[in-house]
């Protein structure tokens, strides 16, 4: 269940299982419905099973290259025929000509998008996916993004940025260490911790614009009614308390949580 309606708000219910192994997934939730970009950053130590669950793979440009030097070594499988991703989107400034090369033989689909020099390569990847699913599908896909954090800095601010322009899809920003996504306030929030896979240090605060009242429970510092901007109070080094965090706000805000060491 994901949607339900408490008080005329609508509630949006957030799981990380699509981190757990395969055997401990829920059959029909957003576990098994997902897409998966592929940034141009080392690749995740839990990639091969996001990889293999995943509905479609799309690389943005370089995340390509990651797929072509990494992942078979990841597998102990030196046979780069195994994965190979559906689409490679962006402005096809970084991916290497051998990997374009490979990759179109083996059916990849690249869409060069390189005229395009005012949005990100991930946006063009967001984009194309929502072009791509059919409006009653929409509400239930969820895109995983790997490589999104660490590193450069202005890209990570331009992957958040993705975050709030496309605030009605659930896209999860993932590095080794952590994911991020953003609770819109359009719903109030229901987010089933995966123990196993997460936790238990996580944060929640808006960017952009503050909050005047968020109230959470299931934490250990939780908020109440309480107001959250930059150059006041933001909540960063708090820990999950329960299975089920709530959240309401009159603003989006970002939640990230740390991730286990997981392979
Ligand atoms: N160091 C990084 N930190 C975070 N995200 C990154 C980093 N490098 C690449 N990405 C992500 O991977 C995507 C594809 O990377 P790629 O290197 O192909 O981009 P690019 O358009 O060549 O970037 P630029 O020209 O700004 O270096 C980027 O749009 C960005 O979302
Ligand atoms: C105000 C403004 N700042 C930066 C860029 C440059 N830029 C933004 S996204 C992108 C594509 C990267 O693959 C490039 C080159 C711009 N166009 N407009």
Known sequence: MLWRTIRSMEVMAHSSNFLLPKLHQPAKTPANNYTLVVLNQQLPRFMPRLWAQAKMRICADGGANRVFDEMSQMKNDLDRNRYIPEIIEGDMDSIRPEVKRFYSSQGSKISDKSHNQETTDLHKCISSIRHRTPDHEKPNLCVLVTGALGGRF??????????YVFSDMRIVLLSDDCLIQLLPKTHHHEIYIESSVEGPHCGIFPIGAPSTSTTTTGLKWNLSDAEMRFG?????????????????????????????NLT
């Open 154 to 163: 202005d890209h990570e601010a331009a992957n958040i940025n993705v975050l």
């Open 232 to 260: 006041s109070m933001i909540s960063t080094s708090n820990i999950v308390d329960s299975d089920k965090v709530t959240v309401q706000s009159d603003a989006d805000l970002l939640w990230t949580i740390s991730l286990r």
